[in-house]
């Protein structure tokens, strides 16, 4: 079996410090990784790896949530459920209501919704930032149909 030698920078979080790693996996595994891969807009291998690690991590840490790709990009949400950007507005709306909230979504379990707000608190800036984009996406189409109805 051939082994591709991969060397990476992990980036920790502690004062934006890196630490370099030298990495031999097997090409079917590397081929798989690159395949997967494909569609993000990582530079390049060390980044690859970088992001596989840090999704991993935080998979480990936060059950029930799973990474999606989409047009928007990749992002976290619930296992069988929504992003957790979409959960977390609707409970910012409510004020962070547990029974409002638990009545906008009747299908997901208490323990999903935590999940959530566990991953928000847990990277608040991520889950802010798609907030943000949605908001913002949606007021420039309001405009648009403003400006198309005016």
Known sequence: MHALHAIFAVHTEVAGMTRTLSLRIPDELAGRVADRARRWAAANDSEVYRRVIDEWVRLQEHPGIRFVDGPAGRRAAL??????WEVIAVARAFDFDE??????????????????????EAYPDEIDSWIEENERTAADLERELEALSG
């Open 79 to 84: 296992v069988g459920g929504p992003d957790v």
């Open 99 to 120: 029974q409002r909230l638990a009545a906008a979504y009747p299908w997901l379990t208490p323990e999903a919704l935590g999940a959530a707000r566990r991953y928000h």
